[in-house]
């Protein structure tokens, strides 16, 4: 069989092979996105990179209140390493390099749900001023913040199935 409108042939293939398959949709009405959404609780920030990662993380999976059923614990490690050395030692980009160990425990029973890692990096320029390259690396630490916070909802949204009642 032959179409002229393979892009709307291959999407319903597409759709058809992923529904035999149970596959539902993260964020769709009544999926673990939304029943989520609101219930989980992240340790109060200590530091920056804290607050850039809980801002994030409430972004996605929205603020909860104290009495949230789910709280969230995690811990924040970065390590920054110069990338482009000129050859009189002048670093001229720095690789920055973050992990965030987590933590989600239900809250009435105190049972770890679920636990595990998350590292990314992202990189600034060092070139110009103190002031241009301390605005370059705190921009490069926000970024990876959200992309941590990120990792951590898809990993929980991902395994939330096995836990959810």
Not at 55 to 74: H, K, M, N, T, V
Not at 128 to 133: F, K, Y
Request: charged share 20%.
């Amino acid at each position: 069989m032959w179409s002229s409108d393979r892009r709307s042939m291959i999407a319903a293939f597409a759709a058809a092979a992923l529904a035999g398959c149970g596959f539902t949709p993260v964020y769709a009405p009544g999926g673990v996105g939304e029943r989520l959404y609101g219930q989980i609780r992240a340790d109060a920030p200590d530091s920056r990179d804290g607050y850039e990662l809980v801002a994030q993380f409430e972004d996605r999976l929205g603020r909860s209140s104290d009495a949230a059923p789910y709280i969230l614990s995690y811990h924040i490690v970065t390590e920054s390493e110069g990338l482009a050395i000129t050859p009189d030692q002048e670093t001229l980009r720095y690789q920055l390099i973050g992990v965030v160990r987590y933590r989600l425990t239900e809250r009435a029973t105190g049972k770890v749900l679920t636990s595990g890692q998350v590292d990314s990096f992202t990189s600034y320029s060092a070139i110009g001023t103190t002031v241009a390259t301390r605005a370059s690396e705190n921009d490069a630490r926000a970024r990876l913040m959200v992309i941590l916070a990120d990792q951590i909802v898809a990993r929980l949204t991902a395994g939330a199935g096995s836990w959810l009642p």
